[in-house]
C-alpha cells in the first residue's frame, strides 16, 4: 500500500528557529505533493502545493521543495503564530494519503 | 465565494451505516473540473483520506477501509454523498469534505468543509 511517511512527529523550537519538517512518499509522485497547516481547532489549509508553490496569502518564510519521494517543509524563522499540525499529501491520484503530521510547538 | 458544508447525523449507533452529504456552493461540479474528496479526523489524531470522487465520475477508496465505503454525486444539486457501512466506535471523528481542481491549475485541497462531528456509540 502507499504511503507518506512525515518526520518528525512533533518538534518544539524557539522564536526565529529554522525549521525543517520532512515527508517520503512510498512511490515516486513527482510533485504532486502539498503541504497544509492546522491550528487547533480548525480547519487544515493549504501552505504548499505542486512541492514548492506557495499558496496565495501564506508567508514567504514558509517554502517547500523536493521531487519524486522526498519533500521537505522549511519555516525559516518560526513565529508564535505558526504552533500548529502540519500534514503532507499526495493529491494526483488516488488514493490520496495524508502524512502522519508534525505537531509544531514553541520552546 | 466556494464553501462546502457536510451534513449527517452526528450520533450513530454501532452496526449502523452512516451517511454524509457534502453541499458544493459557488461552483458546478458538472460544468468545473473539480473533485471531491472525504477525510476524517479522530479527537486528537491525525487526518486520514477516505474517498474522492473525480469529475469524470472515477472513484477511489482508503483501501484500510475497502468494502465500507461508497462515494457519489449529484451534480443537479452539487453534492457529494458518502456512505459507511458498519460504523465502530473507533470511527467517530470529525468528517471533512474537500474540493479539488484537477489538472495543470490544481491547487491542492483548497476548498474544504467546517467538518461535522460523528460519534459512534449506542
Known amino acids: 500500500d502507499f504511503q507518506m511517511t512525515q518526520s518528525p512527529s512533533s518538534l518544539s523550537a524557539s522564536v526565529g528557529d529554522r525549521v525543517t519538517i520532512t515527508c517520503r512518499a512510498s512511490q515516486g509522485i513527482g510533485n504532486s505533493l502539498a503541504w497544509y497547516q492546522q491550528k487547533p481547532g480548525k480547519v487544515p489549509q493549504v501552505l504548499i502545493y505542486a512541492a514548492s508553490t506557495l499558496q496565495s496569502g501564506v508567508p514567504s518564510r514558509f517554502r517547500g521543495s523536493g521531487y519524486g519521494t522526498d519533500f521537505t517543509l522549511t519555516i525559516s524563522s518560526l513565529q508564535p503564530e505558526d504552533v500548529a499540525t502540519y500534514y503532507c499529501?499526495?493529491?494526483?491520484?488516488?488514493?490520496?494519503?495524508f502524512g502522519g503530521g508534525t505537531k509544531v510547538e514553541i520552546k | 465565494q466556494v464553501t462546502l458544508k457536510e451534513s449527517g447525523p452526528v450520533l450513530v449507533k454501532p452496526t449502523e451505516t452512516l451517511t454524509l452529504t457534502c453541499t458544493v456552493s459557488g461552483l458546478s461540479l458538472s460544468t468545473d473540473k473539480k473533485g471531491v474528496s472525504w477525510i476524517r479526523q479522530p479527537p486528537g489524531k491525525a487526518l486520514e483520506w477516505l474517498a474522492h470522487i473525480y469529475s469524470s465520475d472515477g472513484k477511489s477508496y482508503n483501501t484500510s477501509l475497502r468494502g465500507r465505503l461508497s462515494i457519489s454525486k449529484d451534480t443537479s444539486k452539487s453534492q457529494v454523498v458518502l456512505s459507511m457501512i458498519n460504523m465502530d466506535p473507533v470511527d467517530t471523528a470529525t468528517y471533512y469534505c474537500a474540493l479539488i481542481t484537477e489538472g495543470s491549475s490544481s491547487r491542492a485541497f483548497d476548498y474544504w468543509g467546517q467538518g461535522t462531528l460523528v460519534t459512534v456509540s449506542s
Open positions: 499529501q499526495k493529491y494526483d491520484v488516488g488514493p490520496l494519503t
